[in-house]
């Protein structure tokens, strides 16, 4: 196999089943039983369904789903900080589940590290202690190991408060410390559990606007869990939606917003402006026999909402052009459409 | 109102199921009641004081015979005498240091002047120099009350049991916290050596281990290792699992996650910990004068054995002391853990490194002189302060005794004639079977055969023990002492629970009240009393209530503020909010507070059979007495471990019948 091609991570039939003999129920009609009647019957709870996806180097994998939807589960099978019930996870082309108590812990001390919902800072050290926890229990020389977290220490943009305890922290001071600790190993894939969600609304945009900073300066491969559709549009390359333990769909933003995969979906994006996901490749139609073709030529990666004010103004179709190829036009209708939705009746 | 009345029902939930089991327990206490009054005489199995059965022959036999082969058992030899002679060689280094001389030296190697100093130290630096002055104060009026010696045998004695609990507890209640597993595991060892009345560890510990200071540490062990034990585990728990989950995602060993994550957070935890254990310990150490063990405790026994009520007052002043000092530190000393997690330091804090050294330098000159002169190693003065107190002790019982005579009387007698002997007469002459059979049932309304079958087990066990009476006599004393303190319990508790100022004012009191050893509660009493089973039973409310009466507010408290708004809203009244709204809501922690109001009673009026109580507690003391009686007080030592059994399973199934009605109620 060509190294080159290998996705960072390689999820492939995960399952996580609680209660006893959970092995029993991994792919038996058993498991797709609605969940209180699988609990009657068997005891057991599934938690991840058989979960597959692949995720390459350097990309923004975010897992979508409601609270219960089996998404921090997930994440954590995927560290093993919760044992799999069945299926394989490839983490650079090591088999995860394979690992020994010993080789796990190696990958964990090197390379992955995870940002937690709530934070999981420990109370009784300083912000420094903190952010070289990890290399501390590498054995990393002490001064390596703090010359280490003030670098990670000022990339997060927490210089001057180094000393501090974590309670003397705002929240969102907190969760960059949990995001420097990570970051304090040079791991190769973060994981980020709901991290933002104990976050008030303004501080959770900085936040977010600092992960899309640090993965431009890093370029790490993370895997990014919420129940927040915004969030999940905002910041990844692929959204997953998983539903009682399964993935419903995987794709990108555009993907997701223009063609939901059913009603679930569907439901969860209704309420989400189009206009600030959509480009015009997915509006373009075919010019009708006869329409003006003169009009000015726009990209297809343009984002409705940006190409919005200038069709509206053009009076006449917009022709979208990847290079030299006519995908098609762009009128003040399907703008409408986008903004408004369809016409009815 | 007829508004009122539906909001009412609704917040307080469906009634039947309860009223029905009531109706089925109304129904049995007539009918046990009618049968006891109607065979009363008969079955009664009583039994004199000096006389003995079969069974208690036997155990005195069993007794002498394990004194017999006590050197030729290779059991008793390699393991029990080793264990015992290690044991009293830490506790004697411990006594040579601050309170004993040895062969060689009349005096102890470190005098007053030393351990003052010392303790001063140590206070100053763990805790605050605020509380290092009322050490400092206390122990020298522990010197001035003449009993500087006593003091210092019970603060070795204690410390022995404590470094020897803190040593097993702390590691136990790691791995209790770490597998739950475990814990389930020693759970009902650790519940039955804490419910267990202190007093019945005593005869089978000597039995194995002598009188002395080895038996008195390990009776000690018994009851200050399971609050260490389980202070620690919740300690470990309690750590947020994020914190433990962030460090394992990061490749922590499990070692690694305990040393540098769980052991930190959970330290001012294990600190309060610590203060529980030294409290259980000095608890036991002074009740463990009863075998023999030296210090404060054997002076008030030697004093309630003789009725002397100035010397009890003495001796009970300076337990008190004590405990209000080792209390005091350490409550210091675990508020001042929790300081390392922010930047914000206290006041007294401010100990620079020169006045420690200081500080240092001054407590090595006086441990010197108080090994090399007599004058700081002997308290100076002929405990003129102790004399004082004795004088006025003794002076306030005679102006009692001779002016108030008809009040305590009269209090003796109502509650003798009012509550004590009717219950008491009613149980102890009932036909055995008649009384067997309603506790039984008891058992199985209110948790099945399981419960029942405890319960049949333990009245068998009560009735071959030979000793039916006497624990009729003691479990009617317990019955009235519960009832006064459930009573108070929920006056008062409910008084607190509903006031945030009257509870400012009155948990300092009542947490000192936790902390007291049992026996100070006699002294008082038997001032007022003299020597009767009253003086016992007012003895077992007043050690018995903050408990119940710490509950009870914490249950009233606790009540959702959502709740008693509703009812507020619907026009309730004060005296509806609390019996409609409050005093129901709070059933759980009402029946828990009955529960422990019941097995501290019980405990102390088992004491109690020191100052004239009758019953168990007099035959477990007269064993100690008296080699032929020896059997029989082992005999009362299980008798009463059978009734404790029975009233902690029956009272706690009534709590969780209280929870299960909680949960229905959602």
New interface residues.
């Given amino acids: 196999m060509n190294s080159e091609i290998d996705p960072t991570i390689s999820v492939h039939g995960l399952w996580k089943v609680y209660g006893p003999n959970p092995e029993k129920i991994v792919g038996s009609a058993d498991a797709f039983l609605p969940r209180a009647e699988l609990r009657e019957k068997t005891g057991c709870t599934v938690a991840v369904r058989d979960v597959s996806f692949d995720v390459s180097d350097g990309e923004v994998f975010v897992v979508m789903g409601l609270s219960g939807s089996g998404k921090s589960t997930l994440v954590r099978c995927l560290t093993r900080l919760v044992e799999p019930t069945a299926g394989e996870v490839w983490l650079e082309g090591e088999d995860i589940r394979a690992a020994s108590t010993q080789r796990l812990r190696e990958l964990r001390r090197s390379r992955f590290s995870m940002v937690f919902q709530h934070f999981g800072l420990l109370p009784h050290r300083r912000v420094t202690d903190n952010v070289a926890y990890g290399l501390e229990i590498n054995g990393m020389s002490k001064s390596a190991r703090y010359e280490r977290a003030m670098e990670v220490i000022s990339l997060v943009g927490l210089e001057g408060n180094e000393n501090n305890y974590p309670s003397e922290l705002s929240g969102g001071m907190q969760q960059r410390v949990g995001l420097a600790r990570a970051l304090a190993s040079d791991p190769d894939v973060m994981f980020f559990d709901e991290p933002f969600s104990a976050l008030d609304p303004l501080i959770r945009r900085d936040m977010q606007q600092e992960v899309i900073r640090l993965h431009h300066e890093v370029k790490k491969t993370m895997v990014f869990i919420t129940h927040d559709l915004a969030e999940a549009l905002k910041l990844g390359d692929r959204i997953a939606i998983m539903r009682d333990g399964a993935l419903v769909q995987v794709g990108t933003p555009e993907e997701l917003v223009a063609t939901p995969a059913d009603d679930y979906v569907a439901n969860f994006v209704r309420d989400f402006p189009k206009s600030h996901i959509l480009t015009l490749r997915w509006i373009a139609r075919d010019p009708t026999s006869g329409e003006d073709l003169g009009g000015p030529i726009l990209a297809p990666t343009v984002i409705v909402r940006d190409a919005a004010r200038q069709i509206l103004e053009a009076g006449r179709p917009v022709r979208v052009m990847d290079g030299e190829r006519l995908l098609g036009v762009v009128t003040a209708d399907e703008i409408l459409s986008v903004i408004a939705g369809p016409h009815h009746g | 109102m007829a508004n009122a009345t539906l909001v009412h029902e609704e917040i307080i939930a469906p009634r039947t199921p309860k009223s029905l089991l009531g109706a089925k327990f109304a129904v049995l206490g007539v009918i046990w009641l009618s049968s006891a009054l109607i065979l009363r005489g008969n079955s009664t199995l009583p039994l004199d004081r000096s006389s003995l059965t079969s069974v208690h022959t036997w155990l005195s036999g069993l007794s002498s015979a394990i004194d017999r082969n006590r050197n030729s058992n290779p059991f008793f030899v390699n393991t029990i005498d080793k264990i015992r002679s290690s044991i009293n060689t830490f506790v004697n280094l411990l006594q040579d240091a601050i309170s004993q001389g040895t062969a060689t030296r009349s005096v102890p190697q470190i005098g007053w002047l030393g351990v003052v100093a010392i303790i001063g130290l140590v206070v100053a630096l763990w805790a605050s120099i605020r509380v290092a002055i009322l050490a400092v104060a206390g122990f020298i009026t522990l010197g001035l009350l003449g009993l500087w010696q006593e003091s210092m045998d019970t603060l070795a004695l204690t410390l022995a049991a404590v470094v020897l609990s803190l040593l097993i507890g702390i590691p136990f209640g790691v791995l209790a916290g770490l597998f739950p597993k475990f814990e389930k595991l020693i759970t009902p060892v650790l519940d039955f050596a804490q419910v267990m009345p202190t007093f019945v560890y005593l005869t089978p510990v000597t039995l194995f281990f002598l009188i002395g200071p080895a038996s008195a540490t390990i009776v000690t062990l018994i009851y200050s290792i399971p609050p260490a034990l389980r202070i620690t585990a919740v300690a470990i728990r309690e750590v ?1 699992w ?2 433990v ?9 499990r070692w ?1 996650a305990l040393r ?2 769980q052991l ?2 959970a330290k001012r935890t294990i600190v309060v910990g610590i203060n529980q254990t030294i409290m259980a310990a000095l608890s036991m150490v002074t009740i463990a004068a009863l075998i023999d063990a030296p210090g404060l405790g054997r002076v008030v026994v030697q004093a309630l054995e003789t009725l002397n009520v100035g010397r009890s007052f003495q001796a009970g002043l300076a337990i008190v002391i004590m405990a209000v000092v080792l209390d005091r530190s350490t409550t210091a000393a675990a508020a001042k853990v929790q300081i ?4 914000k330091k206290p006041v007294s804090r401010r100990v620079t490194r020169s006045t420690k050294w200081l500080g240092l330098a001054i407590t090595l000159v006086a441990i010197y002189l108080s090994n090399v002169y007599l004058w700081a190693s002997q308290f100076p003065g002929a405990g003129l302060l102790g004399i004082k107190v004795a004088a006025i002790a003794d002076s306030a019982t005679g102006w009692i005794q001779l002016h108030l005579v008809t009040v305590t009387n009269g209090l003796t007698n109502i509650f003798s004639y009012g509550l004590i002997n009717p219950i008491q007469s009613v149980l102890v002459d009932a036909p055995w079977y008649t009384t067997a059979a309603a506790l039984v049932l008891t058992g199985y309304l209110l948790k099945g055969t399981r419960l029942a079958a405890v319960v049949a087990i333990c009245i068998a066990i009560l009735l071959v023990s030979g000793l039916w009476s006497d624990s009729m006599v003691t479990l009617a004393a317990t019955l009235v002492a519960a009832l006064i303190t459930v009573v108070l319990g929920i006056a008062v508790g409910t008084w607190v629970g509903r006031s945030m100022r009257v509870d400012r004012i009155l948990r300092p009191i009542l947490d000192a009240g936790q902390v007291m050893p049992a026996f100070v509660y006699l002294v008082p009493f038997l001032g007022l009393f003299g020597a009767t089973r009253f003086t016992a039973i007012m003895a077992a409310v007043v050690y018995a209530s903050p408990a119940a009466i710490k509950l009870v507010a914490d249950g009233i408290r606790s009540v959702p503020e959502s709740i008693t708004e509703a009812a507020i809203s619907a026009g309730s009244n004060t005296w509806q909010l609390i019996t409609k709204v409050q005093l129901p809501s709070a059933r759980r922690a009402i029946a828990l507070a009955i529960n422990q109001g019941l097995i501290y009673v019980l405990a102390m009026v088992v004491v109690g059979g020191l100052v004239g109580a009758g019953g168990l507690g007099y035959l477990v003391v007269a064993g100690f007495a008296q080699e032929n009686l020896k059997g029989k007080g082992l005999a009362a030592g299980v008798a009463i471990v059978m009734l404790g059994i029975m009233i902690d399973r029956i009272t706690q199934a009534v709590a969780d019948r209280r929870d299960v009605h909680a949960k229905t109620i959602r």
């Fill in positions: 947020p994020s914190t989950e962030a460090s394992i995602s990061m490749g922590s060993t690694q540098k994550v930190p957070q390392a997690t922010s930047h």
